[in-house]
């Protein structure tokens, strides 16, 4: 039954969905009237209730053939700490006490597959200061640890004025304290970061390794500040686990909370993340130049950043337009024999999965196979690559009304067709397939 259970919710969501939100999920009991469930992390708990909550209900239903209640139950890891009774949060006077990079906000912060669970998390952190505690985020350099540690301090100095709040890097921890030692002010330094601030957001932990002296330090502060139930973040570059040369019981208090991978984002979320940093610079690039961009710069957020920041700089000094050519040429991309455009993958996929040809697509066609692939592939290259009406109108050699028109055919036929979802989830698999073996 256990197995049907899963099964059942399963077939009901999409691959993205269940690997982001159900990996953890389990069925821990099945009784007369009631299903227990049990997750790992107390975040996903309290977010699948609220958004699949009445999924789950209408599965079992369908699985029993009767209404049957569910719980979900937060299975913290062994040994850990009881929480104490948390005080609430102390309100202190408005104070900041760290410059913040003001572009690093949650609104500036483009949401997609890979990261869109360490932007809920800490979206969450930053509404309830306390609630999930600490929240440990960890992922590669380059995509938006930084960005979301400072997001949620900016937040709170908007929403919450008077909570104290201090962004530092691990680095800056530790000068601060040999700082300290030197002047014979520890005991300053010590109540400053133990007794003295209402949510410690701090960045690059793994940079403490095999520093023995300043972790005892971060235990005792860290201690400090959650038995007072201050929100602790804290930013990494690799999984608590693999904090080699730590010392265990501050890995333990690290997994206590929410533990949140940050991956890395998709093609279509890169394009994205590359015109809203063109946008920040108030400066234009062509679409075509933005996902070579997104293509080439995938792995790395900051090397996307500097990429577009180069070609800017190229833009403003020469008092030229930048095309595909010129991009390749100012960022050493050498066109290679292998690669394709975007727009070229997106017709190859079609023509492979509908039986079709590129000429059908961008052609008069009427033929049922021509019309779905046709509607599908402009709904996807608008809605998931990101592209306008007019660069989908381009590519399909059609005018934007009719572009617009296909789209929300599309989109009403989806909604009243489930397997046309289904198609739909298929098709893009076998494009993120094509994407991902692209070479450059
Ligand atoms: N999803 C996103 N939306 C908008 N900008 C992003 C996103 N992800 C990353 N960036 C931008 O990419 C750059 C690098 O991000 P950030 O410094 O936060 O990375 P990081 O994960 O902290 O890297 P490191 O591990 O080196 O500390 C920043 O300019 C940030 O604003």
């Known amino acids: 039954m256990k197995e049907k259970i899963i099964e059942a919710l399963k077939a009901k969501l999409n691959r993205r969905v269940w690997d982001s939100w159900f990996s953890t999920f389990d069925v821990k009991d099945i009784g007369e009237n009631l299903v227990v469930f049990e997750v790992g992390n107390l975040f996903i708990k309290d977010w699948l209730e609220m958004k699949y909550g009445s999924l789950i209900a209408r599965t079992l239903r369908e699985v029993f053939n009767r209404p049957i209640e569910f719980k979900i139950e937060h299975a913290p890891l062994q040994n850990q700490p009881e929480e104490d009774e948390h005080e609430p949060l102390v309100r202190k006077r408005p104070l900041v006490l760290t ?21 809920s998390a800490c979206l969450e952190a930053a509404k309830h200061p306390g609630k999930y505690n600490p929240l440990f985020l960890y992922g590669g350099v380059g995509l938006g640890k930084t960005h979301l540690l400072q997001a949620i301090g900016h937040y709170l100095f908007k929403n919450q004025p008077e909570m104290r709040v201090v962004y530092l890097t691990s680095e800056r921890f530790l000068n601060e304290l040999i700082e300290a030692i030197q002047r014979g002010t520890t005991q300053e330094f010590r109540e ?60 333990s208090r690290f997994q206590m909370g929410v533990v949140v991978k940050i991956e890395k984002p998709d093609i279509e979320t890169c394009f994205k993340i590359a015109q809203k940093m063109v946008k920040l610079e108030g400066a234009e690039l062509p679409e075509d130049v933005l996902m070579l961009v997104a293509e080439k710069f995938s792995d790395n957020m900051r090397r996307l950043k500097g990429a577009i920041v180069k070609l800017l700089m190229y833009k403003q000094i020469h008092n030229e337009d930048i095309d595909l050519a010129k991009a390749r040429q100012i960022l050493s991309i050498e066109p290679s024999t292998k690669f394709t455009t975007v727009e070229e993958r997106l017709f190859e996929v079609l023509c492979q999965f509908f039986r079709v040809t590129t000429e059908e697509l961008r052609g008069n066609s009427r033929k049922s196979n021509v019309l779905i692939a046709r509607q599908m592939g402009m709904y996807v290259a608008k809605n998931y690559l990101g592209l306008s009406l007019r660069k989908v109108a381009e590519m399909f050699n059609k005018s934007h009304p009719t572009v ?18 289904t198609i739909l989830n298929k098709l893009l698999e076998q494009f993120r397939e094509k994407t991902a073996n692209q070479t450059l």
């Open 99 to 119: 410059p913040l990079n003001p572009i690093f906000t949650f609104e500036n912060f483009v949401v997609g597959t890979g990261n869109m669970f360490a932007y």
């Open 404 to 421: 617009s028109n296909a789209i929300q055919r599309f989109e009403l036929n989806a909604k009243s067709n489930k397997s046309l979802e």
């Open 192 to 251: 400053r970061y133990r007794t003295k601030i209402d949510v410690l957001l701090l960045d690059d932990v793994q940079f403490l390794i095999g520093k023995n002296g300043i972790q005892t330090e971060l235990f005792h502060t860290f201690n400090e500040l959650y038995n007072a139930g201050k929100q602790i973040v804290i930013c990494s570059d690799r999984d608590p686990q693999m904090l080699d040369g730590f010392q265990d019981r501050l890995i």
